[in-house]
């Protein structure tokens, strides 16, 4: 069973004027995202992946599902072909590359919705997005202060439109967080009552330049999903406001990197302190673990959003502490 009910994301005191800020876009596009994106890889690109794993006589791999692919069976599976087709060599394309369903799999995974392409020999490529080039500039000084301030500079220098390149653009390690675990999969890791609802009005506070790369994601993506994400502009600010009220990003656990040999692998997870009895605040929790931690492994052994241990000054549940 899972205790958790995360929904910790501060709002704005109860007024009539809902304001829409650069993190509210955001998590709220993150939301959006990831509740199409499930339909979209459980309806269409699951079969895709069976069928070239059948064709390359591929088995699934044996790994837990990160991000949200434990949610349901269905995209458990399909977290499970894709990371065993991920492992391909190149040379595989020549006996899938007339499918359909490669193809389709092939654009997304090319697509800058998930940063710039590596391929690297492999049979899909992994993304670069702007974390993934902080981690990759920044080696092997991590630290989150260093990497979000190294992914800004990258989403800007490489004009990177991806949902992490967005989160990145805000600065704020959060919702760094929260958008690179919904994209997982796809990421390259670095070695009672009824009353009247009062009438709000909902100011749109975003940065202009955010909100054009924005639209540029939405473009993209509606392209694999016509019409899933509305535009990011003030006619839509209710629509973000509620997506993001809707986001449960607390305890959102991703790896972002590993040391070569494998041995290590570095996390950062999203985490709460409460600031009094009422109010909470948001904060990341970065650590090196010898195995890799899930979104339901690490909510698991927090046991209550409401008392979270930071690892990275804890230590790791049943294990040695790691990687320094």
């Not at 958008?179 to 506070?205: D, I, M, N, Q």
């Not at 509606?222 to 990003?249: C, M, Q, T, W």
């Amino acid at each position: 069973m899972n205790p958790w009910k995360p929904k910790f994301l501060p709002l704005p005191p109860n007024t009539t004027v809902k304001v829409v800020d650069n993190r509210m876009l955001i998590l709220g596009l993150d939301e959006l995202y990831r509740n199409a994106m499930k339909a979209f890889e459980s309806e269409t690109l699951l079969p895709c992946a069976r069928k070239v794993a059948q064709t390359l006589q591929v088995q699934p791999a044996k790994l837990s599902a990160e991000g949200y692919y434990h949610e349901t069976p269905a995209l458990q599976e399909y977290f499970r072909w894709m990371r065993s087709l991920q492992e391909e060599k190149e040379s595989a394309e020549a006996n899938v590359r007339h499918l359909r369903e490669f193809q389709l799999l092939w654009d997304v995974t090319n697509s800058p919705l998930y940063g710039r392409p590596q391929r690297e020999g492999r049979l899909f490529p992994f993304g670069r997005d702007p974390l993934s080039q902080a981690l990759e500039d920044t080696k092997p000084d991590w630290s989150v202060e260093r990497l979000v301030k190294a992914a800004y500079d990258a989403a800007l220098e490489y004009d990177d439109i991806s949902l992490v390149g967005l989160a990145a653009r805000t600065r704020d390690p959060v919702v760094l967080t929260a958008t690179r675990e919904s994209v997982v999969l796809y990421a390259e890791v670095v070695t009672l009552g009824y009353h009247e609802e009062p009438k709000f009005r909902y100011e749109w506070c975003v940065d202009e330049a955010l909100e054009a790369t924005a639209n540029r994601f939405i473009e993209t993506f509606n392209r694999f999903v016509p019409g899933a994400l509305p535009r990011a502009e003030s006619a839509n600010a209710e629509h973000y406001y509620k997506a993001y009220a809707d986001n449960e990003i607390i305890g959102r656990c991703v790896r972002v990197g590993k040391t070569e040999d494998g041995s290590q692998h570095y996390h950062w997870a999203i985490a709460i302190t409460r600031s009094s009895l009422l109010e909470y605040e948001l904060a990341v929790d970065e650590f090196w673990s010898k195995t890799i931690w899930t979104t339901e492994r690490y909510r698991e052994a927090q046991g209550s959003p409401g008392r979270m241990k930071f690892f990275q000054s804890s230590g790791i549940p049943d294990e040695e502490w790691g990687f320094l």
